[in-house]
């Protein structure tokens, strides 16, 4: 069976405290996110991730019985990559980096993941070999990467702040699509102007440059083409911690069935609006369900799924 998507990066047991003190644990990284979004849309997705020994049964039963395809999933060491996210009123969050599994390579895909349609790329802390990317590019998939873990570094504390990545420029050039939110791009580029930093960033390498911007929806690069993607209102907030992961895999399901880039980020918006409706990957949407909120939301105009 040949994967329509294969997801790269840590899968993290996250300890969320949100703003009224109140303290939970929830499955946490780009790996696990876009993956179980992908497989609730209907493809064939795999993940390739290291986990420690105390990662809990019922998050890898949660990823196989949503038909993710684990065998890239590697229990080594005692501890799985875990941060502490606090949110305040408005949302905003403080992270800390409580523990770190071990680094991915490339010998760490499975044999069989190899002839993949799409790799996406979700470092949450630095490791994943860039290596990877290159050799999946190198053997025609469709790459993408979501850069946000080789923007952190930690302070003293174990704090996560923002930090510069310093080997963008060896990674790049092997990226087909590229999403993150403008702050991100702005730490790559030095852009204020998201568009700017699309530009910039699509110089580098990425054909396909997606900018998340929150409340503002998001802009999409295609070749040398900018479109603004408004957004898609929820019917309630809960959780945001997941969305820019939920429009991505949901962007690249689409893509790769119309190769419409536009047309993949109306429905990656549009199922990114689910995820805050819930917390944690309770609230992963099906395609009809995306489908149903785009023409209620007269934001159809291309999506026609067959």
Not at 219 to 246: C, M, N, Q, Y
Not at 290 to 297: G, I, Q
């Amino acid at each position: 069976m040949t994967l329509n998507l294969v997801v790269v990066g840590h899968i993290s047991q996250d300890v969320i405290v949100d703003s009224k003190g109140r303290i939970h644990e929830e499955l946490g990284g780009t790996a696990a996110y876009s993956s179980l979004t992908a497989a609730k849309l209907g493809a064939q997705a795999g993940i390739v991730s290291k986990v420690g020994g105390d990662f809990k049964t019922r998050y890898h039963e949660l990823l196989s019985d949503h038909g993710v395809d684990v065998a890239g999933l590697t229990v080594t060491g005692e501890k799985t990559t875990a941060f502490k996210n606090s949110y305040d009123a408005e949302d905003r969050r403080t992270q800390t980096l409580l523990a770190l599994a071990p680094a991915i390579g490339f010998p760490d895909v499975p044999s069989h993941y190899l002839g993949a349609r799409c790799f996406h790329f979700g470092p949450i802390f630095r490791e994943i070999d860039r290596d990877i990317v290159r050799q999946a590019h190198d053997a025609g998939a469709l790459t993408s990467l979501d850069p946000q873990g080789f923007l952190r570094c930690v302070d003293e504390a174990g704090r996560v702040r923002p930090s510069r990545w310093e080997d963008a420029r060896g990674v790049l050039p092997f990226v087909d699509i590229y999403r993150s939110d403008e702050d991100e791009a702005r730490l790559i580029t030095g852009e204020k102007d998201p568009v700017k930093s699309a530009r910039t960033i699509s110089k580098m390498g990425p054909r396909i440059v997606l900018i998340t911007r929150e409340r503002k929806g998001s802009i999409v690069l295609d070749e040398s083409e900018a479109t603004k993607v408004p957004l898609v209102l929820a019917d309630r907030f809960a959780d945001s911690t997941g969305a820019g992961d939920i429009y991505v895999a949901g962007f690249i399901v689409e893509y790769l069935l119309t190769r419409d880039a536009v047309r993949a980020a109306t429905f990656g918006a549009c199922a990114a609006s689910f995820k805050v409706e819930g917390v944690g990957v309770s609230a992963l949407p099906t395609g009809n369900m995306v489908e149903a909120r785009l023409r209620a939301s007269c934001l159809n105009r291309s999506i026609n799924r067959s």
